[in-house]
């Protein structure tokens, strides 16, 4: 995204939600609330407020911000390149 390199749109600070019931047992869930990392401007975070959403700060890659690895192949010249998101422990490698 945004002409990112991978690793670096990996790494991107994000928001996600919480209104859904989690995957995991107890399958908890918190209706209308977004969960908020590290990384994402205080304004931002303020227009969240004003539409209503119930914000929730989290710090800088938190694990239970879930988790990508991948693998993108470039059309132009053919080079894979991988990217590991730095919330969990993970590798990803491309040849």
Do not use: T
Not at 18 to 45: K, M
């Amino acid at each position: 995204e945004f002409d990112m390199p991978i690793q670096r749109a990996i790494e991107q600070a994000r928001v996600w939600s919480a209104s859904f019931p989690n995957s995991f047992a107890p399958h908890d869930y918190s209706p209308g609330r977004l969960c908020v990392e590290e990384g994402i401007g205080g304004a931002v975070y303020r227009e969240l407020e004003l539409l209503g959403h119930k914000s929730e700060h989290w710090g800088r890659y938190p694990a239970a911000g879930g988790a990508v690895c991948s693998v993108l192949k470039d059309p132009h010249s053919g080079l894979f390149h991988a990217g590991a998101d730095p919330r969990r422990e993970c590798y990803a490698i491309a040849w």
